[in-house]
């Protein structure tokens, strides 16, 4: 299936595709968060049969009834070895390892040399913490470094 994006100056990015119906969808992802689902006219693919507006909660308890969940659950055990290059989601305990504490703490760089390198909070992501970030019980942290890296900064985050 092809995707095609369209740049939307001053508003956002148009995504583009056509479903196997042969139903022609849209989805503006404008610059204020909120998202436009739109319906193309079968017969006039310039025209909408509707339009629904979306926002940010929305669209997220969309994806998740669509089968986003199976991609959320997967990330906790996601790793990725490529030549020697580890990657690693950990998800933080509600009490033990660094919960509570700031990276700082853990000394994982010094120690392991993985690197800590994106925080998901929640909804959020949280690129490039500072050694002074607060971890939170169910945080997702993300870990490169090489495999017997990413293997002891894991135990260190969730001791």
């Given at each position: ?116 390198v994106a925080i998901i909070r929640g909804e959020t992501g949280l ?30 985050l969730t001791g």
């Amino acid at each position: 299936m092809d995707i095609y994006e369209t740049p939307l100056p001053g508003i956002g990015v148009r995504y583009e595709f056509q479903a196997e119906s042969g139903d022609h969808v849209g989805v503006v992802v404008r610059r204020d968060g909120k998202r436009d689902f739109a319906l193309y006219d079968r017969d006039d693919p310039d025209s909408c049969s509707g339009t629904v507006e979306l926002t940010e909660g929305d669209s997220a308890k969309l994806a998740e009834l669509l089968g986003g969940t199976s991609i959320t659950a997967r990330l906790e055990s996601l790793r990725h070895n490529v030549e020697g290059l580890a990657i690693e989601w950990i998800t933080m305990p509600a009490r033990g390892g660094l919960t509570g504490q700031t990276i700082a703490d853990g000394r994982i760089r010094t120690e392991t040399s993985a690197s800590v390198v994106a925080i998901i909070r929640g909804e959020t992501g949280l690129p490039g913490p500072g050694p002074e970030f607060l971890l939170e019980a169910g945080d997702t942290v993300l870990i490169m470094g090489s495999a017997k890296a990413v293997s002891q900064a894991t135990r260190i985050l969730t001791g």
